[in-house]
């Protein structure tokens, strides 16, 4: 794969330092057109929200377009961002296909870049991918980037016709783009392995957050544990067993509960407390009344104080099916939360087994139960796992680096479109 200065390549793994990377210079302004499907609490919203953060007028003028939260979802700018600038909404752009619904979206997104004239358009999600990449290519925008921030075709309940016409629609709307961004190298290859792009088009760029709001003395944590059990109506001591998630299939949360049993015959007075919302919230609560849980396992839905609740677990657990590079592992590391993960995706890029928190294979739930409970049992072993990660997340995951990489990756895909003829001539007016 070609080694684009600056940033991973997706296959080797190698990285070049953007230090010894001088910008070429770009136009001024430079206009930047940034879409994605929908502004859900999770990573992507996150990830979109930095970008547009640092990358504003008078140097970065920004189009942010997005589609609206789906029922049960929380929005991020509600619960996690509300200072943040807000995305103009397209209520046509929607995840689920819809022939007519996304023609709408499609000429909305059009009429949107013919007034803005970017330079760069930046779709995130796969719906906003392929409806924006397409209005950029019917408006010439010069310069076209996207990010997959997971691969939606493993462990997502598709149907086979739409898991196929999705995968068609990828790896076409991948030949009119200039960079595919992944957030691990694994998630790369999975995806070139998949036929998507060219091994020349892919690149990694490592997720960054702020998370200074995460972090906190040792008051502080023991402020919020006592908060949360209080609100509970637990004891002070009581080992608390956390998930922050959206409600979904693809996070296996059921195979926490599976293993809650387990969990339980070891540390017999634990408890479980989930917060988080989505299509999965119902079916969850149901299989925990089944099991004689209820009283064990505490759903407090969508929660903006999600830092302390970090802070108050005794155990992070995040069962999923597949991962991109989730948000709440890195908000954990901040927090000093002890974590057990299942290893899919670019889970093993933040989670060092036996380092910085337990790995288990996903859809497990024994071996899910034992990690949790040696964590719980453990309170040395877990206090060096949270410090320890702690210490390489401030080090890895900075906003900082990340903002950095996308200044070096445009000014690097504004220089290749000008040196290409054929690219030069759609330049903006």
């Known amino acids: 794969m070609k080694l684009h200065d600056g940033a991973t390549n997706a296959v080797t793994g190698r990285q070049k330092s953007l230090v010894a990377f001088m910008p070429p210079p770009l136009e001024s302004p430079f206009r930047i057109a940034r879409i994605s499907t929908r502004p859900a609490v999770g990573g992507a919203a996150a990830h979109v929200a930095l970008l547009v953060k640092h990358?504003?007028?008078?140097?970065?003028?920004?189009?942010?377009?997005?589609?609206?939260?789906?029922?049960?979802e929380g929005d991020f700018y509600?619960?996690?961002?509300?200072?943040?600038?807000?995305?103009?909404?397209?209520?046509?752009?929607?995840?689920?296909?819809?022939?007519?619904?996304?023609?709408?979206?499609?000429?909305?997104?059009?009429?949107?870049?013919?007034?803005?004239?970017?330079?760069?358009?930046?779709?995130?999600?796969?719906?906003?991918?392929?409806?924006?990449?397409?209005?950029?290519?019917?408006?010439?925008?010069?310069?076209?980037?996207?990010?997959?921030?997971?691969?939606?075709?493993?462990g997502y309940n598709w149907d086979s016709p739409q898991r196929s016409l999705y995968l068609k629609l990828e790896?076409?709307?991948?030949?009119?783009?200039?960079?595919?961004?992944?957030?691990?190298?694994?998630?790369?290859?999975?995806?070139?392995?998949?036929?998507?792009g060219q091994a020349s088009q892919w690149q990694t760029i490592r997720l960054g957050l702020e998370l200074d709001n995460f972090e906190g003395t040792a008051q502080q944590h023991h402020i919020d544990r006592e908060q949360l059990r209080r609100e509970l109506g637990l004891p002070t001591n009581t080992p608390v067993v956390g998930v922050v998630a959206r409600l979904a299939p693809v996070k296996g949360l059921k195979f926490l509960l599976d293993a809650a049993p387990q969990i339980l015959s070891g540390v017999p007075d634990a408890h479980f407390v989930i917060a988080g919302d989505g299509p999965s919230r119902q079916r969850l609560e149901e299989q925990a009344r089944q099991m004689k849980l209820a009283n064990r396992v505490h759903f407090l839905g969508m929660r903006a104080d999600v830092a302390a609740l970090y802070r108050a677990f005794d155990c992070l657990t995040l069962p999923s099916l597949q991962e991109g590079t989730p948000i709440s592992l890195i908000e954990a590391l901040a927090a000093q939360a002890p974590i057990v993960a299942s290893d899919v995706g670019g889970v093993s890029m933040l989670v060092q087994h036996e380092r910085t928190g337990l790995l288990v294979p996903a859809r497990n739930s024994g071996a899910l139960a034992r990690s949790v409970v040696r964590v719980l049992k453990s309170p040395d072993e877990a206090r060096r796992l949270g410090e320890t990660g702690h210490q390489q997340m401030r080090h890895e995951w900075s906003a900082t680096r990340l903002v950095e990489d996308h200044r070096a990756l445009y000014a690097r895909l504004w220089q290749e479109s000008q040196a290409n003829p054929i690219r030069s001539s759609a330049q903006v007016a």
């Open 55 to 72: 990358f504003q007028a008078p140097d970065y003028p920004t189009l942010f377009l997005s589609g609206c939260p789906e029922r049960g």
């Open 78 to 154: 509600d619960l996690r961002a509300p200072t943040e600038r807000r995305p103009t909404i397209i209520r046509s752009l929607r995840r689920e296909p819809d022939l007519g619904r996304d023609a709408r979206a499609l000429r909305t997104l059009v009429r949107h870049f013919r007034s803005f004239k970017p330079h760069l358009v930046d779709t995130h999600l796969s719906k906003a991918g392929i409806l924006g990449r397409l209005a950029a290519r019917l408006t010439r925008v010069p310069v076209v980037m996207h990010t997959f921030h997971v691969n939606i075709f493993e």
């Open 171 to 196: 790896r076409a709307c991948a030949r009119w783009t200039d960079r595919l961004i992944c957030l691990s190298d694994d998630l790369g290859e999975e995806l070139l392995g998949l036929g998507i």
